[in-house]
């Protein structure tokens, strides 16, 4: 059956068609040819014809054309148009015609550097001598110790990751003399992925390169690749500090697609809930097997693509969140299973099993793959008919990345979102032209992030001594060296005349990780092995003792946390519930960078210390989300200094919002008569939690307000003992989650949290969010606040970003809490009150009209 036939049922399901909120579909688009340059080297030339090759895309041609005129490049077409090919061109010419020469390819991945050896190598066959001379080679961790001798003394092309680079080949450069003396040419695909922490990392691992390549007297010209993102010149000269050459128009054929834009059906509309993401994403994965139309299906989480797996594969309903929809239009779900190819794809899978799975995708043997993320980067798998992505990525760029793993060729495709319950899902749902119409985001990264740039400095002078007066890529020389100056102050440097030197005993770059700002990371040990490793700022909360930590899709407790030492000790468990952390905060204004009036308030943005401690965890059911239980704890405060933007409302709309009964974050004050009737109830009580019966520990119990005292006008109405429970701090967590009134600052706060990450091209963890009615960053010193802090230390510049964008974020958070069809605030907007509360959503939208510009 057709992708056409399918397509024509979904229009006519209501089941399907009544819930698609956008139907985009993409014209077919004819290529653009031109007749290989009259300079290509001839074994190139014939074994392009053998693989059916005749002629190039323009982009190709001009990026040969550059290249050849010796100018760094960035090429920024779309998935599947050939992108490999325009570096391949130019570096194997060079190197077949240059017997010294050398070349270096970088690939953020592993499996990816696998993939484009076997490319490189079908280039070649054609001449095995020609192969023979160039011996490209992978150097990456899975490279045997016996092999890298020969790589480093034989290879011409090295293929090989940052990380790589970083650990195993720029401390080592002297065995490497006469590669880096012959460096020509240095590709960096992939480029939209180094952003953030990563891309800051892999920007001085670049200054280290070009610094060691000048050392023995090259300068290696860079040609980078990336996906459609905002900002690709921008991005490529700031990892490489050269200027570039654009190239963008995409001349290579493309079939049409049909975009669709899924949202689950409503099934409580007071509570503003919807039908499952998951059961919603396999039952349309399950219609496209049906048809038989090859399909991948993208994931969020690890766990997420085993659940969807292991529903795709059976023919029962899934025990997911029950969607109104099983059951209806064909007649529910056959079995499949891996015998009709349904596989699943992800990281911790071995290189074997996972090349045998791209190898079944490739000869269609698999006919749907469920997979994270790392099918995501360009790995051949062939020409897939759809995709399916459970939930919204992340990013714009992102998420065209993903589709574009449909439609390899001119055949029409297919690529559906369906949309998850979060606000930015629920936002792009229902704003579909933000999504078609929208630039993708710009990728941001700081190089000289200050404590990312000391750990290069000592990894260079590790390489390298520095000289006095010397500079840093494109940091200057009086920068330079006063940071010299202050590692050798630490005893890390020796300074000898004008020259710092090295003073360890081991290579600085083993301790340091391309993908932490964290001075010292924690790692995480199970049965004496590293599994992995979490920032010690993110250890109190990811890694506190108690807590239920997910691995390469296998499940840990984590027993202890030693801070000093950097250590955690897990074991591995079977448990059906995960663990949520409570956590309190308070952020010290350190330096403040920028402040603007705004309408009802100020906007600003500057240095920040935060400072969070984890007072206790949550038990949650998976499958329920039911509360389980709470446990307090006992741990140091964490600081970190980092930036943020944040926003306060002026003293006298607050009043106004008082006097209209629109504002609920006030703190309670109990009244007088507090202190003898929450002691007359713990008497009345026997100190006994009146939930589960403990008796009254070295912990206090707590005295619970049965109806919640913001109902009452009058505390002494509130304080009447028959309005009065004496309960277990544990049980008050559970109580207090059926009854939580959501203050309207805090359902803002919400709102804004969840939405900032789409004018970032940012992960959501990469950003914290605190709302604090009575805050010291507010113009009066102690007035209501909301913060969106990095989690970076330092900041790359996402919060001058918000900063730069504010009208725009309050205008869209306010559209999206409006337009939310929930009677009192849910998941999709300010997030949901209590069985027995107030979700705050009056409050917010009040809130938010008065940030709001007149224009707005």
Request: proline content about 6%; charged content about 20%.
């Amino acid at each position: 059956m057709s992708l056409a036939a399918l397509l024509s049922h979904w229009r006519s399901d209501p089941t399907i068609g009544g819930n698609i909120a956008a139907w985009e579909t993409i014209p077919a688009r004819a290529a653009t040819f031109v007749p290989f340059p009259n300079d290509l080297h001839e074994g190139l030339a014939q074994a392009l014809k053998r693989s059916g090759i005749s002629a190039l895309y323009c982009h190709q041609k001009d990026a040969w054309d550059q290249i050849r005129a010796g100018r760094h490049i960035v090429l920024a077409t779309h998935t599947a148009s050939g992108k490999t090919l325009a570096y391949n061109l130019p570096v194997l010419d060079f190197l077949l015609r240059s017997p010294e020469g050398r070349a270096q390819y970088l690939f953020p991945t592993k499996a990816l550097a696998q993939d484009q050896l076997a490319g490189i190598s079908e280039l070649l066959a054609v001449d095995s001598d020609q192969s023979f001379s160039i011996a490209p080679a992978t150097y990456d961790g899975d490279t045997s110790q016996s092999a890298r001798a020969a790589i480093r003394r034989k290879s011409r092309l090295v293929i090989s990751n940052p990380d790589m680079l970083h650990i195993g080949i720029l401390p080592r450069h002297t065995a490497w003399a006469d590669f880096f003396r012959n460096l020509r040419y240095v590709v960096i695909d992939e480029m939209h992925v180094y952003r953030g922490v990563f891309g800051s990392h892999v920007a001085n691992v670049l200054r280290r390169l070009k610094r060691i390549a000048r050392f023995y007297g090259s300068e290696p010209q860079f040609i980078l690749t990336s996906a459609t993102i905002g900002n690709p010149a921008e991005l490529a000269q700031e990892l490489i500090e050269e200027p570039v050459a654009l190239i963008a128009d995409d001349a290579s054929a493309r079939g049409a697609k049909h975009f669709l834009l899924y949202n689950p059906p409503i099934v409580d509309p007071e509570l503003g809930l919807r039908a499952s993401m998951l059961a919603e994403s396999v039952r349309l994965a399950d219609d496209l097997l049906s048809y038989d139309l090859q399909t991948i299906v993208f994931g969020r989480t690890r766990r997420t693509v085993e659940v969807m797996l292991r529903y795709l594969r059976t023919s029962p309903s899934p025990p997911l969140p029950p969607s109104p929809n099983a059951g209806r239009g064909r007649g529910g779900r056959v079995e499949h299973g891996e015998g009709r190819g349904v596989r699943a794809y992800r990281s911790g899978y071995l290189p074997e099993h996972r090349r045998e799975i791209e190898r079944g995708l490739r000869e269609g043997e698999a006919r749907a793959v469920v997979t994270t993320t790392a099918l995501e980067l360009g790995i051949d798998i062939g020409g897939m008919t759809a995709t399916v992505q459970a939930g919204y990525p992340g990013t714009i760029a992102g998420t065209w990345q993903q589709a574009g793993r449909a439609g390899r060729g001119r055949e029409a495709s297919l690529s559906v979102l369906v949309a998850g319950p979060s606000p930015s899902d629920q936002f792009l749902a229902r704003h579909p032209e933000y999504f078609f119409q929208r630039s993708p985001e710009h990728a941001l990264i700081n190089a000289d992030n200050l404590l990312i740039l000391l750990k290069h400095l000592q990894c260079a002078a590790f390489e390298l001594p520095f000289r006095d007066g010397e500079a840093f890529g494109n940091v200057a020389p009086a920068q330079v060296t006063e940071m010299l100056n202050f590692l050798h102050e630490g005893g890390i440097l020796h300074k000898s005349r004008d020259r710092f030197y090295w003073m360890g005993d081991h290579y600085p770059s083993a301790d340091i990780s391309l993908r932490s700002a964290s001075a010292h990371p924690i790692l995480l040990k199970s049965n004496a092995e590293t599994i992995g490793e979490v920032e010690s700022e993110a250890a109190p909360w990811m890694a506190h003792p108690g807590a239920i930590y997910l691995h390469e899709g296998e499940t840990y407790l984590v027993e202890t946390l030693d801070l000093e030492n950097h250590l955690a000790i897990l074991q591995p468990t079977q448990v059906d519930y995960f663990t949520r952390p409570r956590r309190e905060t308070e952020i010290r204004l350190l330096d403040l960078r920028e402040v603007e009036a705004i309408p009802g308030g100020s906007k600003a943005h500057g240095e920040l210390a935060v400072i969070s401690r984890v007072s206790g965890f949550h038990m949650i059911r998976w499958e329920s989300h039911e509360k389980l239980g709470f446990r307090e704890l006992e741990l140091p405060p964490n600081e970190l200094l980092t930036a943020g933007y944040w926003l306060s409302l002026y003293e006298q709309v607050v009043a106004d919002l008082r006097a209209e009964g629109l504002w609920g974050s006030d703190r309670n004050d109990y009244g007088s008569n507090w202190g003898a009737q929450r002691q007359a109830a713990l008497e009345r009580d026997a100190y006994s939690c009146q939930v589960c019966g403990a008796i009254e520990g070295e912990i206090s119990h707590h005295v619970h307000h049965k109806i919640p005292f913001k109902a009452f006008d009058i505390p002494r109405e509130a304080n009447r003992l028959e309005n009065l429970i004496t309960v277990c701090p544990a049980c008050h967590q559970r109580v207090e989650s059926a009854v939580r009134v959501r203050s309207g600052l805090s359902g803002a706060a919400y709102a804004l949290g969840h939405l900032a990450p789409l004018f970032l091209m940012c992960d959501a963890r990469d950003l914290g969010v605190h709302s604090d009615p009575r805050s010291s960053l507010a113009d009066s010193g102690a007035g209501p606040v909301i913060v969106i802090y990095e989690m970076i230390p330092a900041g790359i510049g996402f919060s001058q970003r918000l900063y730069e964008c504010h009208d725009e974020l309050i205008r869209h958070a306010r559209e999206l809490i409006g337009n939310c069809k929930c009677s009192d605030g849910c998941p999709s907007c300010v997030g949901p009150g209590g069985e027995e509360g107030s979700g705050g959503k009056a409050e917010t939208l009040a809130i938010l009209s008065r940030l709001s510009s007149p224009n707005g």
